[in-house]
Every structure is written in structure tokens, then in C-alpha cells.
């Protein structure tokens, strides 16, 4: 069975991009298809970058409170499998990385697979957002008068 699902994955998606690039570039043209591809790679490395950063400062903030960022862990990695779904040609996976890149929908799924594996269980999921008033900025002043 996970023969068949690899089998499926790497020969059948390739084709079936393949077919939808070719009828894409004979209803616009292929100049206009081979634009919309490299802009659309360009977007979502420019995207993935951004929330990429976002994980990062959020997994630093966790562990500067001496949590473990376990799923910003997950995100990131998840992050750089949307990051290649969008650099490769086709507008199937570039559909798929661009729903990747909406941050509810990507934790959500990370957490219903870690459910699904038994690695977490319900009441663990802990999501911190900071406000202004959390923000704390240490340092020392003197007043010069």
C-alpha cells in the first residue's frame, strides 16, 4: 500500500500537472503559462520567507521562556515542503502551498496529525499570542538633568 501511494505521488501528480500546464498554455499561450509559473514561484519563496521568519521569531520567544517550540518546529518544516510544492512548476502544487501558507490551516493540520499519530493528546495544544501590553523591553536609564 505505501508502495502504491509513492507510486501515485511521484508519477501520477507529475502528469497530471503536466496535462493541466499544457492546457492552461493552449487557452493563454505558453509564453503567458510560463510567466504565470515563475511568478507564482517567485510569490510563494517570497511568502514562504516571510512566514518562515515569523516561525522562527516565535521559536526563539519560546524557548527564551524556556518552552520547547516543538510546533514551530513542525511548522518550519512543513514551511519547507510548501517552499518546494511552489518552486516546482505546476498549478496544482502551487494551489496546495498556497493553502499551506495560511497559518491556521497549517497548524490545524499539524495538530489533527499529531492527534491522529497519538503524540499528542486533546488539552496539550497551548497557542500564545503576544499583545502590546505583554511586551516587555528591559534596559536602564539615567536621567540627565
Known sequence: MPLLIFLTIFVGAPLIELYLLIEVGGVIGALPTILLSLFTAALGGWLVRMQGFSVLFRAQSQMANKEVPALELMEGAMLLLVGLALLLPGFITDAVG??????????????????????LRPGEV????ETRSERIIEGDYRRDD
Open 126 to 129: 497551548h497557542v500564545h499570542t
Open 98 to 119: 498556497f493553502l499551506l501558507l495560511i497559518p491556521p490551516l497549517r497548524r490545524a493540520l499539524i495538530v489533527h496529525w499529531l492527534k491522529s499519530r497519538g503524540t
